[in-house]
Each structure stands twice: as C-alpha cells, then as structure tokens.
C-alpha cells in the first residue's frame, strides 16, 4: 500500500459521488413520501416501514460487500454499484403497485451498499495509504452538503415532476456522473496498486492498529458496534423525518429553512476536526460526536416552538452527524488497522443500518403513539447509551496489555 494521499482530483470526484448518492438514495425520500402514500393508497408511515423493510435488506449486505471491495477493489465494486443504483431508481419510477415498489427500494439499498461511505472509505485506504485517515475526514467534509443541496432540490423538482420522474432523473445523474467517476477510480487504484507492490517501503496491512488481547479485541469490536447501531438508530429516526419533524412542533414554514442548517454543520464539524482534531484519538471524536446528538434533540424540546432553539438543534445534530460519519471510516482503521478493513467496515454499516432500519418506522409509529415530543425524549435517552459505547472502548484502551502477561505465565507453570 502506498504512502502517498490519494490525488485530490479523486477525492472531489469521489466526493461528488457520495454527494449524489446520499441525496438520491436516502435523503430525497422524506420529501417523496407524501406523494408515494397517496398514489399507493398508504399511510405514509408504512411507506417509512418499507424503507425499514429494505434498510434491513441493504444492511444484511453490507459485510459481503466489504469483503468485495477487500478482494475486488473498492473502485471495481462502486462502478457495478453505480449501474445497480441507477437500474434500482428506475425499478421504484415505474413500479406498478405496493410490492413491485418495495421490492424495488429493497433493491435500491441493496445498491447502496456498493457506492455509499463504507464502499469509499475502503477505495481510499486503498489508494491513499498512510494518509488514508486524513483523506476520510477530507471526503466526509466534501460529502457533508447531500442533505443541502438535495433536500432543497428534490422539492424544486418535485413542484415539476411526479415523483416518479424524480426518480428517473436520479437514474440518469447516477449513471451519467457517478459510474464513470467510480470507473476511472477502479484504474487509478489499479495503477496505484501495481506502483506500491514494486516499493520496499510500501505500508503493511495492520500498521497503526491498536495492540488488544484477543478477548479485549473482541469486546472492543462488539462495542463499537453497539456504539455506530445506536447512532445510526438516532440519526436515521430523526433524519427521515426532520422536515415534517420541524413543522409538528410548530415552526411551520421556517422548519425547512432550518433544516437546511444541518449540511453545512456536517460540514464545519469536519473541517474544525480536519483543522483541529489531528491529535485527538478517534474514540474521543466517538465520544464527542455521540454526545452531540441527543444533546442537540434535548435542546429542541427544551426550546420548542423557538426557532433559535430549532437553529441550535439542527446546528449541534449535524455536527454529531458529522463527526459520526468520520469515525465510521477513521475508528475501525485506528483500533484494527488496515487488514481486513472492508469486512469490518462493511459490519459497520451493517450495525447502523440494522438499527436505521428500525428508526423511521419507530418513530413514526411512537409519534402517532405518544406524540412528538416523548417519542423524542425516548430518542435521547437511546442517543445517551451510544455515549457509554465509546467511553468503554476507551477505558478499555487504558488498560495497560501487559497485565495480561503475567496471567498467561502463571497458567503455563
């Protein structure tokens, strides 16, 4: 593996793909579903349960395709997932009924696995060696404006096109854009790859990792797990829903002004940390970013209806959005090291999206259930335990290994 940083003409061009992939494959969706449930007949937290439905589907890959990005190539991987996306969006534009719909957002997250962080993140540790961390933290900066430009922009279509030909022109931009970016990022790793195997000084597979006893890294590993399910479980549930979310507790119109907030504070969580955050271990960024999160919800209800509490919600939500989604590529690196990384990156996304697929659902049935503002107390109160998550893997990470030497002699006498 090479020690060079990946080119940063690939890096924005990667970036653009995350961008588009984000914004068409997930945070598009809330701004359709009202559409959707009336063409469907539905209630529209069913057609939130089939999004669950296929999260689940699209999470049960996601460790297959880790380990497809580990033998094939990231960038092999993402050009296939590209064409899968792109065939997915127009499967659910011409859907004729419930099922054939489903069955089709089934596919579509299925897809996802392919060309979304996990797929990435895998493609620039493979290109970018030793800096590979830094080049995550730079791809989740640029990445960072999905939701703004997408939330706003599938309602500008939207006002224009039927949902359904929202979805075909989704297609077209995955195909058009994001298949030949993946394509040439296949060669260029390629190329790179064949370079670092000729050069002595070329960076092993496990440098940088964490040394653990076999049952310390065990544990760490099922913790952060826990600790990315809880997260994903609490972004996902309000994420979905924050622009009806906003409206509910009584900000009106000024709640999709507000939300458009959330991007840009994914953004500057990742450029203080890309700026700020070099010598600062990963899990501590785990801790910080898992704190934000139900801290931002609490203040919203403290706040509500104030839109400058709203404002400081959807400003402290992405910013623990933001660090998440750089821990999610930068904490299994730092803990396990680069061997295996897709695999273990790809059981990652399986723990969030197995709780994500649970989220919206969840949510909007406890909404219906108890009402807003509990169902969100609860969400917090979820947030919390991913706090306590990564704080064991850091008490963990203190404890010094050679205390497990002198039982290991004592049992051989």
């Not at 539905?42 to 033998?71: H, Y």
């Amino acid at each position: 593996m090479s020690d060079l940083k990946i080119p940063a003409a690939a890096l924005w061009a990667l970036g653009l793909t995350q961008i588009i992939g984000y914004g068409t494959l997930y945070y598009s969706f809330s701004i359709l579903v009202p559409s959707i449930a009336l063409e469907f007949t539905w209630p529209e937290q069913w057609v939130f349960g089939a999004l669950s439905a296929s999260l689940l589907v699209g999470g049960l890959f996601a460790p297959t395709a880790g380990r497809w990005a580990d033998r094939f190539g990231a960038g092999r991987v993402m050009t296939f997932g590209s064409a899968a996306v792109a065939a997915a969006l127009v499967a659910c534009a011409v859907a004729p009924g419930r099922i054939s719909f489903v069955l089709a957002l089934m596919a579509m997250e299925l897809a996802s696995a392919f060309v979304l962080y996990s797929a990435a993140f895998v493609a620039i540790v493979q290109i970018g060696g030793a800096r590979a961390q830094r080049s995550i933290t730079h791809l989740t900066l640029i990445a960072g404006f999905a939701s703004t430009l997408f939330w706003p922009l599938t309602a500008a279509l939207h006002e224009h096109l039927t949902w359904r030909e929202v979805y075909l022109v989704f297609a077209a931009l995955n195909v058009a854009v994001c298949l030949p970016i993946h394509a040439w990022l296949a060669r260029l790793s390629r190329r790179i790859g064949e370079s670092a195997s000729a050069t002595p000084g070329a960076i092993g597979p496990t440098g940088g990792a964490v040394a653990f006893t076999p049952r310390d890294r065990s544990r760490v590993f099922l913790l952060m797990l826990g600790g990315f399910a809880i997260e994903g479980f609490v972004l996902s549930s309000v994420l979905v829903h924050m622009v009806p979310l906003t409206t509910a507790l009584g900000l009106g119109s000024a709640g999709l002004v507000v939300t458009t907030l959330f991007g840009p504070s994914q953004v500057a969580s990742r450029l203080i940390n890309m700026l700020f955050g070099g010598r600062l271990a990963q899990t501590w960024l785990a801790v910080i970013g898992a704190t934000l999160l139900p801290l931002g919800l609490v203040v919203l209800l403290a706040t509500t209806p104030s839109v400058a509490g709203a404002i400081a919600f959807v400003i402290l939500f992405g910013l623990g959005s933001g660090l998440a989604s750089i821990v999610g590529g930068t904490l299994p690196l730092e803990l396990f090291g680069r061997e295996r990384y897709g695999a273990r990156l790809g059981w990652v996304t399986a723990a969030r999206q197995f709780s994500s697929a649970l989220a919206p659902f969840a949510l909007a049935m406890a909404m219906a259930g108890m009402g807003v503002q509990p169902s969100l107390w609860l969400a917090a109160a979820v947030g919390m335990l991913g706090i306590l998550a990564f704080s064991a893997i850091i008490l963990i990470r203190r404890q010094p290994l050679e205390v497990a030497i002198p039982l290991v002699n004592a049992n051989s006498r």
